[in-house]
């Protein structure tokens, strides 16, 4: 169930990776004890595949206790979905429904262009900051928020730009409603993996709680999210990523050490804000973040779909950048081919 600290991590940690090969398992159809000197290996067909699952969770458990991993946090878009795109539309429809327009183009309403909110989501994060600072740069708009008149003080860029998050959130969470959006490769059977290990997982958003209490269950489905040990959004810190504040108070409330979480996130703006918590940070990145620097990544990996939480726990990944590798098969083929 959700929780503002973590069950005992050590304790579980012990409890499963301690009777490796005196392991005694129970066959689901109630006959055959197979006593085990190899955990990987069952005299009864019918438990094998649960056999090899445990299996799994006890060598990730190990993994896990020996590197000191004791939480895994995720971030929620660009990470458990690739959401920039919908965001995009979201912003423009609100756009659109409040007629806004910014003095620098008052002749149609505001539109971000692809290339624009790749620059801007990287930037700045959390929606209210992103309209604030664009605002800033291009003027406060007119809209009808404020019959037809742009704000004349921080009180009503305050009610606009509240207004303007409230609506897009409601049309954000229409298109995430549809079932036409899933999570992305590996993701869900990470959590499966590192629950199963003892290690609590954790999501932290720079989006609104709104937005997230309707995407979670959307997209982990109910019985998943119910069981995430922790998730916190952006409406429950003071200040979004890039500030670090979010992961700071997710690791008091786990009670465990920064140094050894390791958060999952998509950009640098995450990077930034895990890296500031004293987190380590794994990238799995999307089309508009993979050309980021990412120094001081743990890994850069272009999705989860083919890596195992024991890898994670073991460090295995670590140093690893998809892109090498990618530039360099690109490198070898040439412009005719």
């Known amino acids: 169930m959700l929780a503002a600290s973590a069950k ?10 301690g009777p490796v090969r005196t392991m005694a398992l129970q066959c689901s159809q109630g006959a055959n004890r197979a006593f085990l000197a190899q955990p990987a290996q069952t005299t009864c067909r019918t438990c094998r595949t649960a056999t090899t699952a445990r299996h799994l969770a006890v060598r990730a458990a190990a993994s896990a206790a020996a590197t000191g991993l004791q939480a895994l946090i995720f971030d929620c878009d660009g990470v458990i979905v690739e959401s920039e795109e919908i965001h995009r539309l979201a912003y423009n429809a ?3 429904q409040f007629d806004v327009r910014c003095p620098n183009n008052p002749g149609s309403p505001v539109v971000w262009s692809v290339e624009y909110y790749d620059q801007l989501q990287n930037k700045v994060g959390g929606g209210k900051p ?20 742009a704000p004349a003080d921080e009180a009503q860029q305050t009610q606009l730009v509240d207004v303007l998050q409230e609506w897009k959130t409601e049309k954000y969470k229409e298109i995430i409603g549809s079932g036409e959006v899933t999570a992305r490769p590996g993701i869900l059977r990470l959590m499966d993996e590192a629950r199963a290990a003892g290690v609590p997982v954790a999501v932290c958003s720079a989006a609104t709680k709104a937005a997230v209490d309707f995407v979670l269950p ?13 998730y916190m959004a952006g409406d429950d810190v003071k200040e979004k990523k890039p500030d670090p504040s979010i992961y700071k108070i997710a690791a008091q409330r786990l009670k465990v050490d920064p140094a050894a979480c390791l958060v999952v996130e998509d950009s640098m703006v995450g990077l930034a804000a895990a890296l500031g918590a004293g987190m380590r940070c794994l990238i799995t990145y999307t089309s508009s973040t993979t050309a980021q620097d990412f120094a001081g990544a743990d890994s850069v990996v272009s999705n989860l779909g083919d890596v195992a939480f024991a890898q994670l726990a073991a460090g295995e990944l670590s140093g690893k950048d998809d892109r090498v590798k990618v530039a360099a098969a690109a490198a070898n083929v040439s412009p005719g081919r």
């Open 218 to 230: 959307n997209l982990l489905g109910a019985e998943r999210f119910a069981s995430l040990d922790l």
């Open 94 to 96: 609100a756009f659109a």
């Open 130 to 149: 992103k309209m604030r600072h664009y605002f800033g740069i291009n003027g406060w708009p007119t809209s009808s928020v404020l019959g037809g008149a």
């Open 8 to 17: 005992p991590t050590h304790a579980r940690q012990a409890a499963l990776a």
